[in-house]
């Protein structure tokens, strides 16, 4: 686990490529976003993007690629198969969610997962029919 540290550490010192920055920006400024275009802007963003990536090496992620699903069925999945995205949207109030309209792990469409924040309280919920 100590490994997972490192490398989550090593993700925390990179630095935007220069083609990244000017895209990203580039980006936050077509979609009309309250964006303001100073450094410290930028390395807010910076920082946070790193923290999604630095994230697929925390424990549970880890540990979460090898789910044993039932006494048989064990879902495994590679470290290059976990591709990290983060969606950039302005936001306009204090509730925020994703819903699944199947399991995202088992493709069950019999299962909806969703994942809600509502104001600094994060949740996850899972209903069955």
């Not at 980006?27 to 450094?39: C, G, N, P, T």
């Not at 069950?108 to 949740?123: F, N, Q, W």
Request: glycine fraction near 2%; hydrophobic fraction near 40%; charged fraction near 25%.
């Amino acid at each position: 686990m100590a490994r997972l540290k490192e490398i989550q550490e090593a993700v925390l010192q990179m630095s935007a490529p220069k083609a990244l920055r000017n895209e990203l920006i580039h980006k936050l400024r077509s979609e009309r976003m309250s964006y303001h275009e100073d450094e410290s802007s930028w390395n807010r963003s910076w920082v946070a993007i790193k923290k999604l990536w630095a994230s697929k090496w925390n424990v549970r992620a880890y540990v979460s690629r090898k789910l044993e699903l039932t006494h048989d069925v064990v879902l495994e999945l590679t470290h290059d198969a976990v591709c990290m995205s983060m969606l950039v949207q302005e936001s306009c109030g204090d509730y925020a969610f994703v819903i699944h309209t199947k399991n995202p792990v088992t493709g069950d469409p019999s299962e909806i997962h969703t994942r809600g924040k509502l104001k600094d309280l994060a949740s996850f919920l899972c209903f069955s029919e």
